[in-house]
T-cell receptor, first 117, second 114 residues
């Protein structure tokens, strides 16, 4: 059973299109994240949600909109895709955002490789 | 703001050589420290973590790391590497007082030659 699953694994699309990446975790965690890993392997947090509430929203273009229908799901919708959006996007989860769960490591999904042509 | 630096961009070793990957962070408060490994084409997996107590922590696959608070360092070590250790290694810091805002270092690519 996959703990944090993302779909699709690969996404190739043209500039200007709108696309979504889905993420689901079956760990019962309260907090979910989106990270972007660029071509140089640099990992940068984009968003985090705790119990469907947006907690962290780093400097990300507003073309990126996360949506959390419930605490087990955090989807990422991207409008008007640009070449610079090409990257691997990782979803992750952890038990809590604050308190005891703050000592817990992140559990990552397998990533979605987005290629914008 | 927190930041994490890793000393080496790419390390190349022969099998059985000893490994030490450097990691420094720039936050003076209470931090939690992690090392993650990313094998080619895969997601990040936790190698080890430090929250408090013994500054020498042992992780999976024979890895260990030492937290030196005075140096703001958390270096990763392994006495004898194997070809299967070829991967990207990321150091990460989490400010324990403000919850789960992980900051990752830029990563160090380890290539182990058979």
């Amino acid at each position: 059973d996959t703990a944090v699953s993302q779909t699709p694994k690969y996404l190739v699309t043209q500039m200007g299109n709108d696309k979504s990446i889905k993420c689901e975790q079956n760990l019962g965690h309260d907090t979910m994240y989106w990270y972007k890993q660029d071509s140089k392997k640099f990992l940068k947090i984009m968003f985090s949600y705790n119990n469907k509430e947006l907690i962290i929203n780093e400097t990300v273009p507003n073309r990126f909109s996360p949506k959390s229908p419930d605490k087990a799901h955090l989807n990422l919708h991207i409008n008007s895709l640009e070449l610079g959006d090409s990257a691997v996007y990782f979803c992750a989860s952890s038990p809590e955002h604050f308190g005891q769960g703050a000592y817990s490591p992140l559990h990552f999904g397998n990533g979605t490789r987005l290629t914008v042509t | 703001a927190q930041s994490v630096s890793q000393h080496n961009h790419h390390v190349i070793l022969s099998e059985a050589a000893s490994l030490e990957l450097g990691c420094n962070y720039s936050y003076g408060g209470t931090v939690n420290l992690f090392w993650y490994v990313q094998y080619p084409g895969q997601h990040l997996q936790l190698l080890l973590k430090y929250f408090s107590g013994d500054p020498l922590v042992k992780g999976i696959k024979g890895f260990e790391a030492e937290f030196i608070k005075s140096k703001f360092s958390f270096n990763l070590r392994k006495p004898s590497v194997q070809w299967s250790d070829t991967a990207e290694y990321f150091c990460a810091v989490n400010d324990g007082n403000y919850g789960q805002n992980f900051v990752f270092g830029p990563g160090t690519r380890l290539s182990v030659l058979p």
